[in-house]
């Protein structure tokens, strides 16, 4: 991964576990690097869970996927991210590797992908502590705790069970054991229900928040779904092809969106704001990061754009307490 020079245009709070500071991520295309995250800023806070959100190909995945430190052959990278205030994006490789798993670790919505089908969910659950030497009895006791933890009944009798063995709820829950297993500060969380039926989605989502709050972890939880964020979530960064739209408290940026396109996302998912509102599908088609939009990349669809949206991209900005926002009316909007 080569360094790209960008300026890091917006302050960042210092006090947070991970800080990420004009983040940018630059993927090789076919007429050119594609710039599929552009100076993308926002805190983590300790033990708090930011929700990452935005319909598909906004940039969320290469966001975590930076952060972790697994991004695809040829990406380049520029901006700042500071973990516990290292830099990470110029951290050696065996530096980023050592942090995976141990303080930062991931879990994706396939577990099959990040499971070993050849070897036991115990053994792969285990092998982090074998590998840092603790003895045996340690090991299946720590095992047995962390499988139980993610809500695996009968944990002793499942010690030698495959992954195919299990259900797709119960793999998820075997990707979440294997995540907890180096002790965490930060869970990155891809769209971890989205595969899942819907009453198992919302176990997995109550797992992952009591496990959040009982451990005092962090957590990325990156999402195409409003409704999964607004349950999880203290704070939720917006993203729109490949740029933050807005971010700030979960409560407040639902309640009153400071950008339009937060305001159809919203307005999309009805129950997310009242229980009677009908469900208003976003209209046109998502912006991509190959194919922005000159000035304000959301203007074709936004029912709000004016001559300047056209023309002059909004730059980020503090327009409430804690709430940020890239778009130039967004005083105007929280006023509504
Ligand atoms: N391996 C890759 N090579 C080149 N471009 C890619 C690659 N993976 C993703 N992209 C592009 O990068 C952009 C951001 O993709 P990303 O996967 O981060 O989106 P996302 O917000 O996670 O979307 P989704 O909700 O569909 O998962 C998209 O435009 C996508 O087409
Ligand atoms: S800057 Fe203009 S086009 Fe962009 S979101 Fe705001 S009002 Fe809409
Ligand atoms: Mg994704």
């Known amino acids: 991964m080569s360094g790209v020079r960008t300026p890091v245009e917006a302050p960042v709070e210092v006090d947070g576990l991970l800080e990420v500071a004009g983040l ?5 295309g076919a007429r050119g690097p594609v710039r599929v995250v552009d100076r993308v800023t926002f805190d983590i ?6 929700g990452l959100i935005g319909e598909s190909g906004s940039g969320k995945t290469m966001t975590a996927n930076a952060v972790i430190g697994l991004l695809p052959e040829g990406a380049a990278t520029g901006g700042e991210l500071r973990w516990r205030g290292e830099d990470l994006l110029r951290a050696s490789p065996a530096r980023r590797r050592r942090l995976r798993g141990h303080e930062i670790a991931m879990i994706f919505q396939d577990p099959l992908a990040a499971l070993n089908p050849t070897q036991t969910i115990a053994r792969q659950v285990g092998e982090i502590l074998r590998r840092a030497g603790r003895p045996r009895d340690e090991v299946r006791r720590r095992v047995l705790e962390l499988l139980e933890r993610a809500g695996i009944p009968e944990p002793a009798g499942r010690m030698r069970s495959y992954p195919h063995e299990f259900s797709g709820g119960m793999r998820q ?3 979440i054991a294997l995540a907890l297993a180096g002790s965490p500060a930060l869970l990155l969380a891809d769209e971890p229900t ?9 176990r997995i989502l109550r797992l992952l928040r ?3 709050q009982d451990e005092g972890l962090a957590m990325l939880l990156v999402s195409h779904d409003l409704r999964v964020v607004a349950h999880v979530a203290h704070q939720v960064v917006v993203m729109y092809a490949g740029r933050v739209a807005e971010r700030g408290p979960t409560a407040a940026v639902l309640a009153r969106p400071a950008h339009p396109y937060t305001r159809a996302l919203v307005d999309s998912v009805p129950a997310v704001r009242t229980r009677t509102a009908l469900a208003h599908p976003l209209p046109g088609t998502p ?3 190959a194919n922005r939009p000159p000035g304000c990349a959301f203007h ?9 949206c056209r023309t002059e991209e909004p730059e ?5 307490p804690g709430r940020w926002a890239a778009c130039h009316f967004a005083e105007e909007l929280l006023q509504r």
């Open 210 to 212: 009591s496990i959040q």
């Open 287 to 289: 912006a991509t990061p």
């Open 173 to 175: 829950r075997a990707m």
């Open 45 to 50: 806070p300790p033990a708090t869970t930011v």
């Open 300 to 308: 074709p669809r936004c029912p709000l754009a004016r001559e300047r």
């Open 24 to 28: 940018v991520v630059d993927l090789p």
């Open 316 to 320: 980020p900005r503090t327009v409430a």
């Open 194 to 202: 989205t595969a899942l039926d819907v009453t198992v989605q919302a």
